[in-house]
T-cell receptor
Framework: EDKVVQSPLSLVVHEGDTVTLNCSYE??????LLWYKQEKKAPTFLFML????IEKKSGRLSSILDKKELFSILNITATQTGDSAVYLC???????????FGTGTRLKVLA | ETGVTQTPRHLVMGMTNKKSLKCEQH?????MYWYKQSAKKPLELMFV???????ENNSVPSRFSPECPNSSHLFLHLHTLQPEDSALYLC??????????????FGSGTRLTVV
């Protein structure tokens, strides 16, 4: 059965800290891995990763995929209270339309 | 706003009621999805429509009935729900086509409470 596992489930840090969120997966016919940020309701798209070893970066956020070890990490440097959210990881497979989501990591950044 | 609009934002309904959730997008996307988000559980895919055709029904109970009259609108009709159906229902859209190489755009969801 296809599955996506995120860790940790929750995390509390102080402003300025750097955090690393993990996503591992076991799926058949992997196509891509995506990260989303969910603050209140609508998850918003962060990154899509398809190739191993190529870092994607957006401001203080960056992510990388390891297709050999079947995982991805999302790094957030110099965290701010506005980074507080649930971070969702999802994997897509070839020939289907659906995403397989992990349970998410709830990040709380304290001022 | 993300470009995907869901109404209502909140809904409280009794187990004998019939109600409908609405999703609308004007992003030119051809695929639309219903997901259920319960506390401490991964998002669960319910239905997929691609070019108005239902391509996936993920073993959803018949008390949930989707309708996709055109590529811009998606409905979820609800009847005789159970308290465990209380959750956040998220609609999403994407460019569609064979395989899913494109990110979803999500709506803000409908928070449903069944009493």
């Amino acid at each position: 059965e296809d599955k996506v596992v995120q860790s940790p489930l929750s995390l509390v840090v102080h402003e300025g800290d750097t955090v690393t969120l993990n996503c591992s997966y076991e799926v058949t016919n992997f196509r891509s891995l995506l990260w989303y940020k969910q603050e209140k309701k609508a998850p918003t798209f962060l990154f899509m990763l398809t190739s191993s070893g190529i870092e994607k970066k957006s401001g203080r956020l960056s992510s990388i995929l390891d297709k050999k070890e079947l995982f991805s990490i999302l790094n957030i440097t110099a965290t701010q209270t506005g980074d507080s959210a649930v971070y969702l990881c999802a994997v897509t497979t070839s020939g289907t339309y659906k995403y397989i989501f992990g349970t998410g990591t709830r990040l709380k950044v304290l001022a | 706003e993300t470009g995907v609009t869901q109404t209502p934002r909140h809904l409280v309904m009794g187990m004998t009621n019939k109600k409908s959730l609405k999703c609308e997008q004007h992003l030119g996307h051809n695929a639309m999805y219903w997901y259920k988000q319960s506390a401490k559980k991964p998002l669960e895919l319910m239905f997929v429509y691609n070019f108005k055709e239902q391509t996936e029904n993920n073993s959803v109970p018949s008390r949930f009935s989707p309708e996709c009259p055109n590529s811009s609108h998606l409905f979820l009709h609800l009847h005789t729900l159970q308290p465990e159906d209380s959750a956040l229902y998220l609609c999403a859209s994407s460019e569609g086509g064979q395989g899913n190489n494109y990110g979803y755009t999500f709506g803000s969801g409908t928070r449903l409470t069944v009493v």
